[in-house]
């Protein structure tokens, strides 16, 4: 893939090109034709909404100090594993001491 662009910028972002098929690639991802031609149209409209966010002016907005990420201490943990026979009684399905679940992810190449 080196070598390739997957963006080919031509002026404001709504007129932005992307190659969808190589991306998919990319991120090793089965992509069918319909499903391409959708995101050939709303990649570059989602590319587009984030450039015009991007584009807010912000020089008069003040950043507030006071804000911050709350977190409460663990005052009263419990013993690891208290709960786990409860939890997998509870599951549709599970393998020894864990929850089955469907596989959602391939691991074809």
């Given at each position: 893939?080196?070598?390739?662009?997957?963006?080919?910028?031509?002026?404001?972002?709504?007129?932005?090109?992307?190659?969808?098929?190589?991306?998919?690639?990319?991120?090793?991802?089965?992509?069918?034709?319909?499903?391409?031609?959708?995101?050939?149209?709303?990649?570059?409209?989602?590319?587009?909404?984030?450039?015009?966010?991007?584009?807010?002016?912000?020089?008069?907005?003040?950043?507030?100090?006071?804000?911050?990420?709350v977190t409460r201490p663990d005052e009263n943990p419990h013993e690891a594993g208290l709960y786990t026979d409860d939890l997998l009684a509870g599951?549709?399905?599970?393998?020894?001491?864990?929850?089955?679940?469907?596989?959602?992810?391939?691991?074809?190449?």
């Open positions: 893939m080196r070598g390739r662009f997957f963006l080919c910028m031509m002026g404001p972002m709504s007129d932005i090109k992307v190659d969808v098929k190589a991306l998919a690639e990319l991120v090793r991802m089965e992509v069918g034709e319909a499903e391409l031609a959708k995101l050939q149209e709303e990649i570059p409209a989602i590319i587009g909404f984030v450039e015009m966010i991007a584009a807010v002016d912000t020089s008069g907005v003040s950043e507030d100090t006071s804000l911050r990420n599951a549709p399905a599970r393998e020894g001491n864990r929850i089955a679940v469907k596989q959602v992810i391939s691991r074809k190449k």
